[in-house]
């Protein structure tokens, strides 16, 4: 059934809501951003690395060898197999990401207000609208408050309109017209409330006629995406380049041209870095997607790379480093404290006080100041903090940045009129009509219960004649009634993290619209240490040089207007900051998207917030934010050392592919060889590395550098040195072999060692310590790959039809027991290399890892 009438929302009953969901299908447009497993072995057959192999298959065919190229064809299907469970295990956690950030609507389901996603919502639901909500389908507005709505993204007008209600319905209208009952998906609310009666949904609704272009759009790619493309795309362009000068090498000294086109084919595809696209989507997508399981959702996967950055955290106080458990602690009225919950009675004075702020308040919506006078009345009072009979609201004046307070009209019914009040208590001082001792006397309680780590509203009154309302509340002329305190109990993992932050060189800043002396005992509470507390009018007399000057050494920025944080944000940054920042409001939106990492709330933020910022705390919890930045150095610096392994894989590859050559040797590395290597590397790099537990001391380090780059220049000499030297010792390896052996049997001894130093690279770039000391560090993906590499080493090497088609021969135990010592000579000219290293650089410039 639905509703008549908005006073008392029923709503559609869950059973007809299923039969229209599945007669008009889900409210959403069409999604084309998901990669189905076509389109991903579409966009792998179309890779360089494919099409070399591809042609290498060819090429073994024309030269009589059917077995090589059936083989060589069946390694691209399995690599292909890998390729699609890799990007499908990616593709599945960006699902996961995108299923977590879909909106959300406030709908009136079977009598009661339930939060579903907005994607279910059908033609006829009831939604409750607020400020900083986008609008989750068209609809009639069945009653409204203030109501102005932004449809600029679909009429392209910056300016705001307002709504007036229209519950016994109205004639369709298009979007931009100004007091109008109607409503669109996709438009965002800016001021006020309202109730709406769904009309419209998926791509029956506006956007949905007009928008479904926006589906096709795709976000830019990062900075890191297109360096790392480049230096892709060199590497390619130089082994191009080598590869034919090998080829024109070979056939001028006498080598068959089909021979020596595998030779340079196997040279191309050792100088392919192709690993650095995967590890750039699979590092972050799946980073994303063990974050959202710790309650912090990734909107925007390019902020996991500046997290590991980020130097000062911007925090609001409430909701965040508080429980946002708001319960009435005391009421003040005329001098005298009435504390709830002790047994006693209310006072018939402060339950007045009490009626008073419930007159203040709306009756649904997720503030948790009024929900505590609401839970409070329901005790205390007879009617527990009913409207009166025959009193309607008629008139609301919303919180603004500059008028902390909530001020509503209620007629009586008699031609006279109840405005009723409450908000920060300068605020209200400044509205009532009171000799200044008694407001004095109310400020002065105020200022002792907020030093007490209490939030402190002021209540006041004005009967009136019902008429014209003033545009300024103040008009009225009020009556102070009193103070109400909420407690707002500190979270008990602040302490613990706060102590966390500092110790990994993270400034914490807490960010609050409460009373100084109410800021003041929270961050006493929290750890935050007795810096100065910056108020938001001390911040309005100042430059922005002397802002950046007074925020050096303010822990504490109190009754700060939301503008007010894209000033504290820049200040910050203008120091050399990398700023985090919090926010809820629609007011914080501008600050979020100024911060290097915007951070909204899940539970009490506007949906405005959540999409100006790139990171969501599903819990609004503090500690989830110190986690999530655990996380991002974890990510950044696996993403290093996975980076630093493939080119430093590469080097010896592409040289054994080249020097033989050079120096008149036979041929070492074929087609098949540099596949049986890469079967290895892909999941080194892919499943290894993302799987790498952090290093012990990670948030024992200052943030790195926000200019330290992924792979910069130290990173790639680095890289060369660990690759030049496994490449000296295998030249070695292979020359000496060759001294001693057949050809065939020279190669399988150079092949083995080339295998084993490809893992004691792997090994050497786990972690930043000793060997010994990684041993000791669990990762089971670690230990699968060695084994299975260990394995088809052994089974290339004995079983001889696969010895045969990779041109190798089993060598005398002796011998072959040369390349296990090639591999352990590298392992420690490895590991040599990282202590001299660790010994010179300072600890905060690999903080990254």
């Given at each position: 059934?639905?509703?008549?009438?908005?006073?008392?929302?029923?709503?559609?009953?869950?059973?007809?809501?299923?039969?229209?969901?599945?007669?008009?299908?889900?409210?959403?447009?069409?999604?084309?951003?998901?990669?189905?497993?076509?389109?991903?072995?579409?966009?792998?057959?179309?890779?360089?690395?494919?099409?070399?192999?591809?042609?290498?298959?060819?090429?073994?065919?024309?030269?009589?060898?059917?077995?090589?190229?059936?083989?060589?064809?069946?390694?691209?299907?399995?690599?292909?197999?890998?390729?699609?469970?890799?990007?499908?295990?990616?593709?599945?956690?960006?699902?996961?990401?995108?299923?977590?950030?879909?909106?959300?609507?406030?709908?009136?389901?079977?009598?009661?207000?339930?939060?579903?996603?907005?994607?279910?919502?059908?033609?006829?639901?009831?939604?409750?609208?607020?400020?900083?909500?986008?609008?989750?389908?068209?609809?009639?507005?069945?009653?409204?408050?203030?109501?102005?709505?932004?449809?600029?993204?679909?009429?392209?007008?910056?300016?705001?309109?307002?709504?007036?209600?229209?519950?016994?319905?109205?004639?369709?209208?298009?979007?931009?017209?100004?007091?109008?009952?109607?409503?669109?998906?996709?438009?965002?609310?800016?001021?006020?409330?309202?109730?709406?009666?769904?009309?419209?949904?998926?791509?029956?609704?506006?956007?949905?006629?007009?928008?479904?272009?926006?589906?096709?759009?795709?976000?830019?790619?990062?900075?890191?995406?297109?360096?790392?493309?480049?230096?892709?795309?060199?590497?390619?362009?130089?082994?191009?380049?080598?590869?034919?000068?090998?080829?024109?090498?070979?056939?001028?000294?006498?080598?068959?041209?089909?021979?020596?086109?595998?030779?340079?084919?196997?040279?191309?595809?050792?100088?392919?870095?192709?690993?650095?696209?995967?590890?750039?989507?699979?590092?972050?997508?799946?980073?994303?997607?063990?974050?959202?399981?710790?309650?912090?959702?990734?909107?925007?996967?390019?902020?996991?790379?500046?997290?590991?950055?980020?130097?000062?955290?911007?925090?609001?106080?409430?909701?965040?480093?508080?429980?946002?458990?708001?319960?009435?602690?005391?009421?003040?009225?005329?001098?005298?404290?009435?504390?709830?919950?002790?047994?006693?009675?209310?006072?018939?004075?402060?339950?007045?006080?009490?009626?008073?702020?419930?007159?203040?308040?709306?009756?649904?919506?997720?503030?948790?100041?009024?929900?505590?006078?609401?839970?409070?009345?329901?005790?205390?009072?007879?009617?527990?903090?009913?409207?009166?009979?025959?009193?309607?609201?008629?008139?609301?004046?919303?919180?603004?940045?500059?008028?902390?307070?909530?001020?509503?009209?209620?007629?009586?019914?008699?031609?006279?009129?109840?405005?009723?009040?409450?908000?920060?208590?300068?605020?209200?001082?400044?509205?009532?009509?009171?000799?200044?001792?008694?407001?004095?006397?109310?400020?002065?309680?105020?200022?002792?219960?907020?030093?007490?780590?209490?939030?402190?509203?002021?209540?006041?009154?004005?009967?009136?004649?019902?008429?014209?309302?003033?545009?300024?509340?103040?008009?009225?002329?009020?009556?102070?009634?009193?103070?109400?305190?909420?407690?707002?109990?500190?979270?008990?993992?602040?302490?613990?993290?706060?102590?966390?932050?500092?110790?990994?060189?993270?400034?914490?800043?807490?960010?609050?619209?409460?009373?100084?002396?109410?800021?003041?005992?929270?961050?006493?509470?929290?750890?935050?240490?007795?810096?100065?507390?910056?108020?938001?009018?001390?911040?309005?007399?100042?430059?922005?040089?002397?802002?950046?000057?007074?925020?050096?050494?303010?822990?504490?920025?109190?009754?700060?207007?939301?503008?007010?944080?894209?000033?504290?944000?820049?200040?910050?940054?203008?120091?050399?900051?990398?700023?985090?920042?919090?926010?809820?409001?629609?007011?914080?939106?501008?600050?979020?998207?100024?911060?290097?990492?915007?951070?909204?709330?899940?539970?009490?933020?506007?949906?405005?917030?959540?999409?100006?910022?790139?990171?969501?705390?599903?819990?609004?919890?503090?500690?989830?934010?110190?986690?999530?930045?655990?996380?991002?150095?974890?990510?950044?610096?696996?993403?290093?050392?996975?980076?630093?392994?493939?080119?430093?894989?590469?080097?010896?590859?592409?040289?054994?592919?080249?020097?033989?050559?050079?120096?008149?040797?036979?041929?070492?590395?074929?087609?098949?060889?540099?596949?049986?290597?890469?079967?290895?590397?892909?999941?080194?790099?892919?499943?290894?590395?993302?799987?790498?537990?952090?290093?012990?001391?990670?948030?024992?380090?200052?943030?790195?550098?926000?200019?330290?780059?992924?792979?910069?220049?130290?990173?790639?000499?680095?890289?060369?040195?660990?690759?030049?030297?496994?490449?000296?010792?295998?030249?070695?390896?292979?020359?000496?072999?060759?001294?001693?052996?057949?050809?065939?049997?020279?190669?399988?001894?150079?092949?083995?060692?080339?295998?084993?130093?490809?893992?004691?690279?792997?090994?050497?770039?786990?972690?930043?310590?000793?060997v010994g000391g990684t041993l000791r560090i669990a990762n089971p993906v670690f230990w699968t790959i060695t084994g299975i590499a260990l394995l088809l080493l052994a089974l290339a090497v004995f079983?001889?039809?696969?010895?045969?088609?990779?041109?190798?021969?089993?060598?005398?135990?002796?011998?072959?027991?040369?390349?296990?010592?090639?591999?352990?000579?590298?392992?420690?000219?490895?590991?040599?290399?990282?202590?001299?290293?660790?010994?010179?650089?300072?600890?905060?410039?690999?903080?990254?890892?």
């Amino acid at each position: 059934m639905e509703a008549d009438a908005p006073g008392a929302p029923a709503g559609l009953d869950s059973e007809e809501a299923a039969r229209r969901l599945a007669r008009d299908g889900p409210n959403s447009l069409p999604d084309a951003s998901r990669r189905r497993w076509r389109r991903i072995a579409a966009d792998a057959a179309r890779e360089p690395m494919y099409l070399l192999l591809a042609g290498a298959a060819v090429l073994y065919l024309l030269l009589g060898e059917p077995r090589e190229g059936v083989f060589l064809l069946g390694m691209v299907v399995l690599m292909m197999c890998m390729t699609l469970f890799q990007e499908g295990r990616t593709e599945r956690a960006l699902q996961a990401l995108r299923d977590l950030s879909s909106p959300t609507a406030l709908a009136w389901r079977d009598g009661q207000a339930q939060r579903i996603p907005a994607s279910a919502l059908v033609e006829g639901d009831l939604v409750e609208l607020g400020e900083g909500d986008r609008v989750p389908a068209d609809g009639l507005l069945l009653a409204a408050a203030g109501l102005l709505v932004d449809e600029s993204l679909l009429t392209g007008e910056s300016v705001p309109v307002g709504k007036l209600a229209a519950p016994k319905g109205s004639a369709p209208a298009p979007p931009g017209g100004a007091d109008l009952p109607w409503v669109f998906s996709g438009t965002l609310v800016v001021q006020g409330h309202g109730l709406a009666r769904v009309s419209a949904t998926g791509p029956r609704s506006e956007i949905g006629r007009i928008g479904a272009a926006l589906g096709q759009i795709e976000p830019p790619r990062s900075r890191l995406q297109r360096e790392t493309t480049q230096l892709a795309r060199r590497f390619a362009l130089l082994g191009g380049v080598v590869s034919v000068s090998l080829v024109l090498l070979l056939v001028a000294r006498g080598s068959d041209w089909l021979q020596a086109l595998l030779a340079g084919i196997a040279l191309s595809m050792s100088m392919l870095p192709e690993e650095f696209p995967v590890i750039l989507t699979v590092f972050p997508a799946l980073g994303a997607w063990r974050l959202a399981r710790r309650q912090v959702l990734t909107r925007r996967l390019a902020a996991i790379e500046i997290l590991g950055s980020t130097s000062v955290l911007c925090v609001d106080k409430t909701g965040t480093l508080t429980e946002n458990r708001m319960a009435v602690a005391a009421l003040w009225r005329e001098g005298v404290k009435h504390e709830p919950g002790g047994g006693a009675p209310m006072p018939e004075a402060h339950g007045e006080l009490l009626a008073h702020a419930l007159r203040a308040s709306r009756e649904l919506g997720s503030d948790p100041m009024e929900a505590a006078f609401w839970r409070l009345a329901g005790d205390a009072l007879a009617d527990g903090g009913a409207v009166p009979h025959g009193w309607v609201q008629v008139h609301e004046y919303g919180l603004t940045p500059q008028r902390p307070a909530l001020v509503q009209v209620w007629d009586r019914g008699d031609g006279s009129a109840l405005v009723a009040a409450k908000g920060a208590p300068e605020t209200i001082a400044a509205m009532c009509r009171a000799d200044p001792p008694r407001l004095a006397a109310a400020l002065e309680a105020a200022a002792r219960m907020a030093g007490a780590g209490l939030r402190v509203l002021a209540v006041a009154r004005a009967d009136v004649r019902t008429g014209p309302w003033p545009a300024d509340p103040a008009a009225f002329g009020f009556e102070l009634l009193g103070l109400a305190a909420l407690a707002d109990p500190l979270r008990e993992d602040i302490p613990a993290a706060i102590a966390s932050c500092r110790e990994a060189g993270l400034r914490v800043v807490m960010i609050t619209g409460d009373h100084p002396e109410t800021a003041r005992a929270i961050a006493r509470q929290a750890g935050l240490g007795e810096g100065e507390v910056l108020t938001g009018a001390q911040i309005e007399a100042l430059d922005d040089a002397a802002l950046a000057a007074r925020l050096a050494e303010a822990a504490v920025c109190a009754r700060i207007a939301p503008q007010q944080k894209l000033r504290i944000v820049r200040a910050l940054q203008q120091e050399g900051a990398v700023v985090a920042m919090t926010g809820d409001g629609v007011n914080d939106a501008p600050a979020l998207r100024a911060a290097n990492v915007g951070v909204a709330m899940g539970r009490r933020g506007t949906d405005v917030a959540r999409e100006a910022a790139e990171l969501t705390l599903l819990d609004d919890r503090f500690a989830s934010l110190v986690e999530a930045i655990a996380s991002g150095r974890r990510i950044f610096g696996n993403m290093r050392k996975s980076m630093c392994y493939v080119m430093a894989m590469h080097v010896p590859i592409a040289g054994m592919a080249l020097l033989p050559v050079l120096l008149g040797w036979p041929v070492l590395l074929y087609p098949l060889h540099i596949v049986f290597l890469e079967l290895v590397i892909d999941p080194a790099c892919s499943l290894a590395f993302e799987n790498e537990p952090p290093e012990a001391d990670l948030m024992r380090r200052p943030p790195r550098a926000r200019d330290d780059a992924l792979f910069g220049r130290e990173a790639i000499l680095g890289a060369l040195v660990q690759g030049l030297w496994v490449l000296a010792v295998l030249a070695v390896l292979y020359g000496w072999a060759l001294s001693q052996l057949p050809e065939s049997q020279a190669r399988t001894v150079a092949f083995a060692g080339l295998v084993l130093c490809n893992l004691a690279l792997l090994l050497s770039n786990r972690q930043r310590g000793g060997v010994g000391g990684t041993l000791r560090i669990a990762n089971p993906v670690f230990w699968t790959i060695t084994g299975i590499a260990l394995l088809l080493l052994a089974l290339a090497v004995f079983v001889p039809a696969a010895a045969s088609m990779l041109r190798l021969a089993p060598p005398p135990p002796a011998i072959l027991a040369g390349a296990g010592l090639a591999a352990l000579l590298a392992l420690a000219g490895l590991e040599l290399r990282k202590a001299f290293s660790a010994r010179r650089q300072q600890p905060a410039r690999i903080a990254g890892g």
